[in-house]
């Protein structure tokens, strides 16, 4: 199922000089490096084998983890490969990151393989999730030892109907009435609450605080640095209004989501898109959260397992890694759904002779040898698409992205839909005559009446391209 043979004739990879970046971002989101069009691939790992790393620059990504160190980043710049650093906590002026942010700024934005900075990692999310890993975790678990451990059995029993409230109040969505009594219950057991600073009472007051650091952070980066763009990870949580507030802070945005085996199993995604397509679905969300800023989106390259030191061959088998399969539909889900770059995280964790790292590579080879396509300006085409009658209730969709590449057009058509359908494409009266093909799905077909129509695998891909006599 590659696509290397048939596009490797077809087409020529774009790829990032090694040279000072002049990174710019195109009105269309599209990032431009040294004045060419550029769809970022992005790996999070940092190979420090030297074959692992020729592995990962001969597949085609552009864009290597290298953190705050000039060797790995000479390191990387020797591969012919890009790096971005991570800024950490420095960016928020309002916790005091001025001088040291300044220095960093002074000290790696000249740097010929840095392409990006990037804020601290689900920065939004962390301030809710020290909340819920505190008040929903660890406070309940300590509390209820000390309450075992009280030689007064009647103050254990009223401290045990305190502590059935707060569950109570939690799920009843009432944080605060929650905290207040599990306050109280510290209070009566002699001690202070250990973690004032973790509460959900708190949590948007801390939020609006760092976005608001962050932001003068950022504004000073860019007046240190106006050649770097900064980019911002979220985790898949929270509200547009509140992913709006921090992308002030940043010029490119996006998401982490691992869907795989499923959603509901290891509860990445609380949207009610629950299968692969969730990164389609983040990837909308992310764009409406940062209009007008290109969206990357960052992928699974691990099982859950994977990241579960004790973790049992039955976890294994539940928790699996993804298909080759599965990792294709994912990354052409975001580039249909407006992704402009995609990033892989968690490949660290899987064995270098695995075939989950093999179809890692095989898709991004596959990615990198339709650069031109993926990193081309949107065709001004607007198909539409129906669906043959079938069984299932069909509730998720069939998508097209039309590319214009030299004067043709290409059409990525994936279905998100998990069971397999027909579709017709209409509106392509333009394209009246060409032949269209995909050899790696095993779909020809040619535009009569401003119409195709072709079957679909579930949650599959089809990357249309005009055969080499078309007219």
Known sequence: MMRMPFLAMILMPICIS???????IAPDRMAVVDGQRCFVLGLYEY???????????????????????TAAMDRLHA??????VNTGGYIDLDAGGDAALREMAGKYASHPALMVWEVPDEALWNCWYSATEWRRGAEPVQQRDKI????????????????????????????????????SIWLALGEEQPHPEWSFSTARQRSEKMAA????????????DPAHPVWMNHAPRNQVNQLAMFNAAADIAGCD???????????????????????GAYTTRMQAAAPGKPVWMVLQGFGWADIQPTATPECKKEERRPTREETQFMAYDTIVRGARGILYWGSAYIEKDSQCWKDLLSVAAELSALQPVLSAPDAKLSPKLSLAPTWGSVDREVLVLPKD????????????????????????EKLNGTTL???????EVTVEQGKIALPMAAQSVQVLGPQKNAQ
């Not at 420090?48 to 290298?66: I, Q, R, Y």
């Not at 093909?437 to 779909?443: E, I």
Request: aromatic residues 8%.
């Open 257 to 279: 989501i691992y869907p795989i085996p499923k959603c509901t199993y290891v509860g990445h995604s609380d949207l009610m898109e629950q299968t692969a397509a969730a990164v």
């Open 18 to 24: 090694v040279q000072a970046a002049d990174f710019k």
């Open 437 to 443: 093909a995909d050899t790696a799905a095993g779909v």
């Open 79 to 84: 591969h012919g490969l890009r790096a971005w």
């Open 148 to 183: 075992a451990a009280l030689q007064d059995k009647a103050l254990a029993e009223k401290l045990d109907r305190d502590r059935a409230q707060v569950s109570r109040l939690f799920a009843q969505g009432r944080p605060v009435e929650a905290e207040a009594v599990a306050d």
């Open 405 to 428: 590449v030299d004067g043709k057009t290409w059409l990525i058509v994936v279905n998100e839909c998990i069971d397999p359908v027909q579709y017709t494409m209409e509106g392509l």
């Open 47 to 69: 190979p420090k084998d030297d074959t692992v790393l020729d592995e990962v620059a001969k597949a085609g990504f552009n864009l290597v983890f290298a953190g705050a160190d």
């Open 213 to 224: 650091g962050m932001v003068k952070g950022y504004k000073l980066l860019r007046e240190i």
